[in-house]
């Protein structure tokens, strides 16, 4: 026979009884939320880690695109040089001017 | 044996009540007592030190926008050798990838022994190309660590060399890049903290600590490529024609003070100064347009003539007896040619170039306290305040200072016993030119700072040392002096203003005898001129002594360049072309 059926078939006051079951719901509805808590807390967490691993990802990215940028305008300096323009003006046929006039226009 | 409920409760709730004080007294030694030690310990696991790649530097761009100085994206090479499994085949691998001895690099592959079991780490090669890394890459050896950088890359080579200059590794350098180095230069921020084992921080370093690098600022230059390109090219002509050993060409908006080109011989290749140093060979660093003072000769002689002017002691139809000498502060001044000119006026001075007419000004006209007011409001004796590392403020003998002689009155009238750059020589003519007004001479144009802000540098006004009056006076007694020489400076359609020099060489105890400074300044189109160039020869040695003038060798590069330049700026003539 169990203590329980023990003290209720032997008279212990149902006063007792009922502040112990509030204690008991008291006692799971903290569990309850603490655990929300918890779970919420590690939710946070979790996100701020992904946030920051982006971030972080992200700021590499930054530093490559730095450098892919910079390797073009080098290659576009190189494609345009003075002596790459010089070379190519002269295999299109293009020669130095030795005289320039200016057309002058009246004014109307 | 146990006996009852209550009993094995109790003991139950006591075995409990033990294991959680077990536990809180185990937690207490850990995390209170032990806390130093673990702590300590924790962080020499996993604290390191972290960053972002090295943000690039600034760019340096010509007026137009073309690249003059830009980055090239390379690695630095590393090893941790006491990871390294077969030194042999690692430095045979190696070697022609980083250009290395096989021999060296198995040595350095090598660990030492008394370092045996802990972690060392060597550099193996800097700045290595794309390419180059790829390859390494490619490998899969896990103990090689390749760290991305820059190289200073100089689209056009030795293009403006002087101008550009460099920056050694140290943060030292010589012109435009060392002195705006704190903009050029970004910002690499490193920070310690807890890493994972991929190096990358955690996420709470990552929230609380910024590290992202800001690259440096980027300057837009008042120098044009093209006409830089093509002034160093006549530059190079002419010293090959004439034998020189060096010489200037710089060329200036007098009206906002931009120095569109400015080139000098001899020059340097900035991305090989490491070998330009080890050879011995500083000196060629050093920009000679704004760095090296010499003496000016006849040129400096329009500037006495404005101060005569301006100060109100000579008028325009002053005139003086020239009888082919001075004698003052116990030398003799002669004129170049040696000859009396007679009865002569502010123009005879400036056309027939005469040290004594100069002379007189300056020592009977003016007197020293004036003479020496106007020079100081040319900026001789001071800096122009370009941004360039290095610049000189020439030297000017004033009357209080001890080395002081009277002869220095009468010789600075036409440019001798006076040091000045070519830069400060042709801000002081540009005032001329521009209605009296000297404006700031600069090459920056614009910075734009990585943010996206833009700060342009607008021309600025930095002294008005004569009145308009007197700078079209002088300006036009300048070009009355260019009209006389048509043959040898004419441009069609435009109308010159200028005079030329040649200045003797001083060493000690005198002048060199036959070697001299060849030079000619002046601006075009007068009345509204937009372009000033000065052209400096050095030591036209290769060519006969009579022909060594300033006259024959200066003024035919200045009209070839000034005409080419004024087509470059899109500069409409000025005059009814004659020509069919």
Known sequence: MSVIWQQRTHGIQRRKQQSAMLLARLFVVAIIIATTMAAAYLALVAANVHAASRVWTMEQTLSEMYRQNHALWIEIARASSIPVLQERSVQLGYQPAHSVDFLQIGEP | MLRGP?????????????????????????????????????????????????????????????????????????????????????????????????????????????????????????????????????????????????????????????????????????????????????????????????????????????????????????????????????????LQE???????????????????????????????????????????????????????????????????????????????????????????????????????????????????????????????????????????GQTTGIEVVGESSGLVHLPSDWNWSDSYLATNAFGQGIAVTPLQLAAAVSAIANDGVMMQPHIIAERRHSDGRSVAVLPKPISQPISAETAHAVAEIMAQSVDKKSDSLEIPGYRLAGKSGTAQIPTTGGYEPDSVIASFIGFAPWPDPQVLILVKIDRPDGIPLAQRWGEYTAVPVFRRVMERVVVLMGVPPNETLTRQ
Do not use: C
């Open chain 2, 6 to 238: 209550d009993v094995r409760l109790r003991l139950i709730t006591v075995l409990l009540i033990a294991t959680l004080l077990l536990i809180v007294g185990q937690l207490v030694r850990l995390q209170v007592l032990g806390h130093a030690q673990h702590h300590t310990e924790t962080e020499a696991l996993v604290h390191r030190q972290y960053a972002l790649p090295e943000p690039p530097w600034g760019i340096i761009l010509d007026r137009n926008g073309n690249l003059l100085v830009g980055n090239l994206p390379v690695y630095n090479v590393g090893a941790e050798v006491n990871l390294v499994t077969d030194t042999v085949m690692s430095a045979m691998t190696l070697a022609p990838l980083l250009n290395r001895p096989a021999k060296d690099l198995q040595e350095v592959l090598t660990p030492p022994i008394t370092d045996a079991g802990t972690s060392v780490w060597r550099p193996l090669a800097n700045e290595v190309s794309e390419e180059t890394a790829a390859k390494i890459r490619e490998l899969g050896w896990f103990w090689i660590t390749l760290t991305p950088t820059w190289q200073r890359f100089y689209a056009e080579g030795a293009l403006a060399s002087h101008t550009l200059g460099f920056v050694n590794k140290e943060g030292l350098g010589y012109g435009l890049q060392a002195f705006q180095l704190r903009f050029l230069r970004g910002n690499n921020l490193s920070q310690t903290g807890p890493v994972s084992v991929q190096s990358s921080p955690l996420a709470d370093e990552v929230v609380a600590k910024d590290i992202l690098p800001y690259p440096g600022t980027d300057l837009r230059l008042t120098l044009d490529r093209t006409i830089q390109a093509y002034i160093e090219g006549e530059l190079d002509i002419a």
């Open chain 2, 242 to 380: 004439y034998g020189a050993s060096g010489g200037t060409i710089l060329v200036l908006n007098p009206r906002t003070g931009e120095i569109l080109a400015i080139a000098s011989r001899p020059n340097y290749e900035p991305y090989r100064y490491p070998d330009h140093a080890a050879a011995g060979e500083e000196a060629l660093f050093l920009d000679p347009a704004a760095s090296v003072p010499y003496e000016p000769g006849s040129v400096f002689k329009v500037l006495t003539l404005a101060a005569a002017l301006d100060s109100g002691r000579a008028t325009t139809d002053w005139s003086y007896y020239d009888n082919g000498k001075l004698e003052y502060g116990g030398i003799k001044v002669y004129n170049a040619s040696r000859g009396a000119y007679g009865q002569q006026n502010l123009f005879g001075i400036i056309s027939e170039s005469l040290n004594v007419g100069a002379s007189v000004l300056s020592t009977q006209v003016m007197g020293a306290e004036v003479f020496y007011q106007y020079l100081r409001a040319f900026g001789f």
